[in-house]
C-alpha cells in the first residue's frame, strides 16, 4: 500500500489544495535571483496576508525599532527569505485550516493546528537557544508542517484513515498504527507531499525525520523539529508529570539540551505564544494555564533534577554486585558514626562478617557460583537488619555492618538472627551438588556503658580480630571482642 500511497500523491483530486501565492512563493522560494521587488509585488495581490507579515513585522517575535506600515518595510525588517517563509506559513495555514475542517470536523481540526502550531513555536524556541537566528522561520514552518502528512493521509483514505486517527491517544501510537494498518506513516507520506508541493527541501527532510531519533546530539533543523514534537506534547498533555521524563531525555538526546536550557526554552514559549496566537487567530492555552505550566515545568525538573542525584550517588555509594554499600561509603559512615557515639554518649556496634570457606567454594565452582553466594548472603543479612543499620561489602566475601545506637544485648539478638539466616542457605552451583553456606561474625561494641575504644580504627581493629577468633574457634559462630583478644590468638 506504501507504494500506491506514493503514487495517489500525484494525481490524488482530493488532496491539499495551495492557493495561487503559495505557489508563487515557493517558486521564488527555489530561485536564487529572487527580489524584494518580486516578492512585494506578489504579496500585495493577496491583502489578508500583507496584513498578516506587517502585523508579524510589528510584532514582540522580530523586535522591530520603528512602526512598519507597509509591505516595503516589512521586507526590509524580515528580509527575502524571511518574508518568504512567513508568507508560507501564514497563507498554508490559512488554506489548510479551512479544508482541514471539512475533511476532520471542527474539534479534530482544531485541535490538530493547536498542535502545529505550538509545535512550530516549539521549533522557533528550540532554534532560538541554541543560537540559529538566521533559521528561525525555518524552524517555524518546518514545525507546522511535519504533520502535514496526516492531512495527506485524510485526502488519500477518507474512510479507513479516520478510525484509526480518532481512535489513537497520542502521536506516538498514531504513527505506530499507521505503519501497522498502511505500510507508511504520515512522516514519510507528508515528506512526500512537501517534495510533491517543491518546497525547500529542509522542510520535507525534516518531515521526513520528524520521528526519528538522531544518533547524536546535533543543533539543525531536523534535530529541532523532532524535539519540538516532544515539547508540543508536553504543552497539551494533561499528565506533565509522566511527560516531563520523555521531554528531557529528548532535549538531551537529540539537542545537547539540559534540564535548565530545557526551562528556558518553555520560556521563551511562554512570552511567544500569545503572539503567534494572534497571528494565526487561534487559541492554543489561556495565560494562567501557561503560567501553571512553566511552574509546573520547573518543579518537576528539580526534583527530577534532585533524584538524578541521589540516583548518582547511590551507585557510587553502593556495591554493584551485592547492592550492599561499598568499601569508601563504610569507611565514612563508620568514622562520622563513632565520633557521634563518642560525642554523645550512644552505643555503636560494629560487626565484620565474613563466609566460611568461600575460597574454597570459589575456586572450585568459579567466579559466577562465587559471586552468586555473595548475593544470597547480602540480601539474607538485608532483611535481618533494620533501615537504620548500614551494611557494607568491605573486601572480597567479608562484609561490615554498623548497628548505630545498638547496644551489646540488641547486637547479640540481631546477629544471631543473621547467622542463623545465613546457616539456612543451601547454593546449588550445578545439578550434582547443594552446598550449605555458614558465615563467621566477630563483634565490637563501643559506649555500652562505658568507652571501649579511643579510635573508630581501634574499634575496627577490634571486630577484625574478634572475627579472627570466631573463625579459629570453628566458624559458623559471633564472637564479640574483650581485651583478651588483644594479644595474638594461638594457631
Not at 479516520?162 to 499507521?178: K, R, Y
Request: proline fraction near 3%; charge should be negative; hydrophobic fraction near 40%.
Amino acid at each position: 500500500m506504501k507504494e500506491n500511497l506514493l503514487e495517489q500523491l500525484r494525481f490524488c483530486s482530493n488532496l491539499p489544495s495551495l492557493p495561487s501565492v503559495v505557489l508563487k512563493i515557493v517558486d521564488l522560494a527555489g530561485k536564487a535571483d529572487t527580489s524584494l521587488t518580486q516578492i512585494n509585488h506578489y504579496i500585495s495581490h493577496d491583502p489578508a496576508l500583507t496584513a498578516k507579515i506587517i502585523k508579524t513585522a510589528n510584532s514582540p517575535l522580530y523586535k522591530s525599532r520603528y512602526p512598519v506600515s507597509n509591505i516595503n518595510q516589512a521586507t526590509n525588517i524580515l528580509g527575502t527569505y524571511g518574508v518568504i517563509t512567513i508568507a508560507l506559513s501564514f497563507s498554508l495555514a490559512d488554506s489548510l485550516v479551512k479544508q482541514s475542517r471539512a475533511k476532520l470536523g471542527a474539534v479534530h481540526s482544531n485541535n490538530f493546528w493547536r498542535r502545529s502550531i505550538t509545535a512550530a513555536l516549539a521549533s522557533r524556541a528550540l532554534g532560538k537557544r541554541l543560537g540559529m537566528h538566521k533559521q528561525l522561520d525555518d524552524l517555524f514552518l518546518a514545525g507546522l508542517l511535519q504533520d502535514i502528512g496526516i492531512l495527506a493521509f485524510h485526502a488519500l483514505l477518507p474512510e479507513e484513515y479516520f478510525p484509526v486517527f480518532s481512535s489513537t491517544d497520542n502521536h506516538h501510537a498514531l504513527l505506530v498504527a499507521e505503519y501497522e494498518i498502511f505500510g507508511i506513516g504520515h512522516d514519510v507520506l507528508g515528506a512526500a507531499l512537501l517534495d510533491h508541493w517543491k518546497f525547500p527541501s529542509y522542510a520535507p527532510d525534516a518531515c521526513r525525520h520528524s520521528h526519528a531519533t538522531p544518533e547524536k546530539p546535533n543543533a539543525e533543523i531536523r534535530e529541532c523539529v523532532a524535539a519540538s514534537g516532544y515539547v508540543t506534547d508536553y504543552f497539551l498533555s494533561q499528565d506533565k508529570e509522566k511527560k516531563i521524563d520523555e521531554v528531557t531525555r529528548v532535549a538531551e538526546a537529540y539537542l545537547g539540551l539540559d534540564a535548565h536550557a530545557l526551562i528556558e526554552v518553555l520560556e521563551v514559549m511562554q512570552t511567544e505564544l500569545q503572539h503567534v496566537e494572534d497571528l494565526f487567530e487561534i487559541s492554543i492555552l489561556s495565560p494562567a494555564h501557561l503560567s501553571n505550566i512553566i511552574t509546573e515545568a520547573r518543579e518537576l525538573l528539580t526534583t527530577h533534577a534532585i533524584m538524578k542525584v541521589r540516583e548518582l550517588e547511590d551507585k557510587v555509594q553502593h556495591d554493584g554486585l551485592t547492592g550492599a554499600r561499598n568499601r569508601a561509603y563504610f569507611d565514612g559512615a563508620f568514622r562520622n558514626e563513632f565520633q557521634l557515639s563518642s560525642q554523645q554518649g550512644l552505643p555503636i556496634s560494629l560487626a565484620m562478617i565474613d563466609i566460611d570457606n568461600y575460597k574454597t567454594f570459589n575456586d572450585t565452582y568459579g567466579h559466577i557460583a562465587g559471586d552468586g553466594v555473595l548475593v544470597t548472603v547480602a540480601r539474607t543479612i538485608t532483611d535481618q537488619i533494620r533501615q537504620t543499620d548500614m551494611l557494607c561489602r568491605y573486601g572480597g566475601d567479608e562484609f561490615a555492618l554498623i548497628l548505630p545506637g545498638t547496644s551489646l544485648a540488641a547486637s547479640r539478638n540481631i546477629l544471631a538472627r543473621v547467622r542463623e539466616s545465613i546457616e539456612q542457605i543451601t547454593h546449588k552451583p550445578d545439578e550434582a551438588n547443594t552446598i550449605r553456606i555458614t558465615a563467621s561474625i566477630g563483634l565490637a561494641v563501643n559506649m555500652d556503658k562505658e568507652k571501649s575504644f579511643d579510635s573508630f580504627s581501634e574499634m575496627l581493629e577490634a571486630a577484625d580480630r574478634a572475627l579472627y577468633a570466631a573463625k579459629h574457634a570453628g566458624r559458623n559462630r559471633v564472637v564479640e571482642w574483650t581485651p583478651v583478644l588483644a594479644s595474638p590468638l594461638k594457631t
